[in-house]
């Protein structure tokens, strides 16, 4: 499985941007696809998943801010980020995983301003 991942960039605090997640290759129906992002200096942390039942779960710190969703037919996945704070800024990752295996994509930048 090969992930492609598009969107972040630099926006100002109380804005909104969009990532995007395209899963390709031998793509198990039953996976779990989402989102972890990693700070300087910080470990990475889970940000939202969802699964291709559609079982969600969200960080507490971006609940009611960040909405995950997917496109089971399309194999991709996508995290609507709203209210951003400066604390969200990170390098997000895409994430795959299903019975075989994990697979992470290749990390975009997400810069937020004060």
Same mark, same amino acid.
């Given at each position: 499985?090969?992930?492609?991942?598009?969107?972040?960039?630099?926006?100002? =605090?109380?804005?909104?941007?969009?990532?995007?997640? =395209? =899963?390709?290759?031998?793509?198990?129906?039953?996976?779990?696809?989402?989102?972890?992002?990693?700070?300087?200096?910080?470990?990475?942390?889970? +940000? =939202?998943?969802?699964?291709?039942?559609?079982?969600?779960?969200?960080?507490?710190?971006?609940?009611?801010?960040? #909405?995950?969703?997917?496109?089971?037919?399309?194999? #991709?996945?996508?995290?609507?980020?709203?209210?951003?704070?400066?604390?969200?800024?990170? +390098?997000?990752?895409?994430?795959?995983?299903? #019975?075989?295996?994990?697979?992470?994509?290749?990390? #975009?930048?997400?810069?937020?301003?004060?």
């Amino acid at each position: 499985v090969q992930l492609q991942a598009s969107g972040g960039g630099l926006v100002q =605090a109380g804005g909104s941007l969009r990532l995007s997640c =395209a =899963a390709s290759g031998s793509v198990f129906s039953i996976n779990v696809m989402g989102w972890y992002r990693q700070a300087p200096g910080k470990q990475r942390e889970l +940000v =939202a998943v969802i699964s291709s039942s559609g079982i969600i779960n969200y960080a507490d710190s971006v609940k009611g801010r960040f #909405t995950i969703s997917r496109d089971n037919a399309q194999n #991709t996945v996508s995290l609507q980020m709203n209210s951003l704070k400066p604390d969200d800024t990170a +390098v997000y990752y895409c994430n795959f995983r299903d #019975t075989r295996f994990v697979q992470w994509g290749q990390g #975009t930048l997400v810069t937020v301003s004060s």
